[in-house]
């Protein structure tokens, strides 16, 4: 265990990381000996990314494990030196979507060749939706730009800034319930980064807590619709002009609890693959190397 006996979790306010918060509600991590704090930034306080691009999380913000995009979680630990990944997954049964406004030409992924496509730079989120496009747009014609928050994509789009944006659930089911029209879908692939005192005993523990929350909420996933529609009344508060004439009562009853996955140890064969196909783009430093990046943890 760390020093204090704490182990310091990031937490991302979003859906497809609800098993941790479960975990750490109903004392799942306790029950694995840990003693664990959430650490989280305030929904109001941010304007870009959650994942601070500038500061490091395991030394600016002493976490000990950290969710992040896979393919951002291999980038994060070379170029900054900010802890190694321990493990990885799909976590929910939650894609990616890609919407257009109905009134574009665009009406299959083919026509994105040349499109500006929003995302959230440095989340990892262009990296997955890069790889994606890729099936159907020569890697030359993928533009992405940057329009951070998801309430940031989704008024870009309605504004007529860009015209293709990706979304998770619940603000994908606020593109459908908008007008909006959804041209392709694809998986949302995670990682977990742990600090350099995270051994294989914590990273076990940590997923069991996980697993057992994950179970709870793919039985009764009713009992925590609450929390998984969090987001999207934070979103509400905070982009209000999205929301004027949306009927919250309707556009809820449309959103559905995902089934949840849970994080395996690193892939090292996994990870080492997608480490190649960020070299052949250049989008990481060609001496990366996957021992620097991927804990020891066997």
Known sequence: ????????????????VLPQRVAAERGYFEAEGLE???????????????????ETLTGDYEVDLYPVCKWESLKRTWRMDDGQVVANGTFADQP????????????SPADLAGVDVAVNRRTGQEYTAMRALEEHVAPE?????????????????????????TLLDPQATLAEYLGFQSILEFENHMGIVGA???????????????????????ENPGEFREEYLDMLEKDARVAPDLFEDV????LESRVSVPRYE??????RQDLGAQLEWMKDRDLIDGEAEIDAIVAPLG
């Open 96 to 107: 990616y979507t890609v919407f257009t406004r109905p009134e574009t030409s665009i009406e």
């Open 36 to 54: 664990v704090e959430l650490v989280e930034r305030d929904r109001r306080s941010v304007t870009v990314k959650y994942i601070p691009a500038a």
């Open 247 to 250: 009927d919250m009562d309707e």
């Open 1 to 16: 265990m760390p020093d204090n006996n704490t182990l310091r979790l990031f937490h991302l306010p979003f859906s497809f």
């Open 262 to 267: 849970v994080p395996e140890t690193a892939d």
């Open 141 to 165: 014609d993928i533009q992405l730009v940057h329009r951070g928050m998801p309430t940031d994509r989704l008024r870009a789009l309605r504004d007529g800034e860009v015209d293709a944006v």
């Open 196 to 218: 350099e005192d995270v051994d294989a005993e914590i990273v076990d523990s940590y997923v069991a807590a996980y697993t057992r929350a994950a179970r709870d909420i793919n």
